[in-house]
């Protein structure tokens, strides 16, 4: 059994296998630049966050209909549960589908038809972040935002993604006011690629309670203690750090260095398909490379249900961190 966990950091779009995406594209009748699934597999060596991207918005071509994002969704779960995920915070990137002629409603819908019926299903608790792409406008965002407005009953919170550097956090000023306003929990990516300057105005500017990555706050010691003091919580993604060259090696990735500091560090997969793993396969990459001792992934664990917006049920975030504590890793004496 695996260590139970919360996943936080998790782009639905990012967890298209290919065999799927080519299930889809024969479904909807939409062409795709590969033979087959080995040659798709083979395009995933990337340099930078924008190679990925460029991949990740093509193939998203195939996700056309509510059957294609509840089929989607319905992929993901079992896979999670299977990776011990006990509560999923899920992002979806409506702009990317919405440039595409694939109205929001189609797109809540359909997750909603998985996520809805996904405790039941799979003992998986689910909420939905919505995020903007941050290389798009600040009016696209307000516009998205008004869109989502019939379905902020499904929608926990927003969320900023895509290209980071040259689009700091203070664009979405306005939009992050507005949603605040709507009550919806706030979130952005910041510090993956971006400078640590990035981190300080997610969370001043646009009033954000976590920070995904974040990997490039231990370049400002003043930041550090920061984050460390207010309990700001990071969803760090060491896979995606690793495939995305934000890390050179994972024997290198900072995360020893950031739980000594006393960050709320929490471990997530980011887009597991394309990153080679999902979120207990990066649980177990860390542990190997970076020699994680058992109550170290027990505290990951215990971060996870701390930083996830679980407020309105706390009754369960308790029972999940109870589970945690009573976790007995396999093979101990
Ligand atoms: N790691 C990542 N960073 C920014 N935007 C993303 N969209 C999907 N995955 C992303
Ligand atoms: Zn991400």
Redesign the pocket.
């Known amino acids: 059994m695996p260590l139970p966990k919360a996943e936080l950091h998790l782009?639905i779009?990012?967890t298209l296998e290919p065999e799927l995406a080519f299930a889809l594209a024969a479904r909807n009748g939409v062409p795709l630049p590969y033979a087959h699934t080995d040659e798709l597999r083979k395009a995933y060596q990337f340099d930078d966050?924008q190679s990925?991207?460029n991949l990740?918005y093509e193939l998203m071509a195939v996700l056309r209909t509510e059957q294609d994002f509840e089929d989607l969704a319905n992929a993901y779960l079992p896979r999670a549960a299977a990776q011990g995920v006990r509560h999923a915070e899920i992002?979806f990137?409506p702009q990317a589908h919405i440039a595409r002629g694939v109205a929001m409603g189609t797109v809540v819908e359909g997750l909603w038809r998985a996520l809805g019926r996904s405790t039941e299903n799979h003992g998986v608790s689910t909420q939905l972040i919505m995020?903007f792409l941050r290389d798009e406008s600040a009016e696209s965002a307000l516009e998205t935002l008004e869109a989502a407005k019939p379905y902020l009953d499904r929608i926990i919170g927003i969320g900023l993604?895509?290209?980071?550097v040259g689009h700091p956090p203070a664009k979405f000023r306005e939009v992050y006011e507005a949603a605040a306003a709507l009550g919806l929990r706030r979130v952005a990516?910041a510090g993956?690629?971006g400078p640590p300057e990035y981190i300080t105005e997610a969370l001043d500017v646009l009033g954000v309670e976590r920070i995904?990555?974040g990997l490039r706050c231990m370049e400002d010691d003043a930041l550090v203690e920061r984050l460390v003091r207010e309990r700001v919580p990071l969803t760090l993604?060491p896979l995606?750090n690793v495939r995305?060259r934000a890390v050179d090696v994972l024997a290198e990735h900072p995360l020893p260095a950031m739980l000594d500091a006393g960050l709320l560090c929490t471990v997530n997969s980011?887009?597991p398909a394309y990153f080679g793993g999902y979120v207990a396969d990066n649980f177990h990459a860390v542990r190997d490379a970076l020699g994680l001792d058992q109550e170290r992934m027990r505290e990951l664990a215990r971060n996870s249900f701390v930083a996830s917006f679980l407020e309105h049920d706390e009754e369960r975030r308790a029972r999940y961190l109870a589970e945690v504590e009573a976790y007995d890793f396999p093979g101990r004496p």
């Open positions: 782009h779009e990012g966050l990925f991207l990740y992002f990137d995020c993604d895509s290209a980071e990516h993956e690629e995904d990555h993604c995606s995305l980011d887009d």
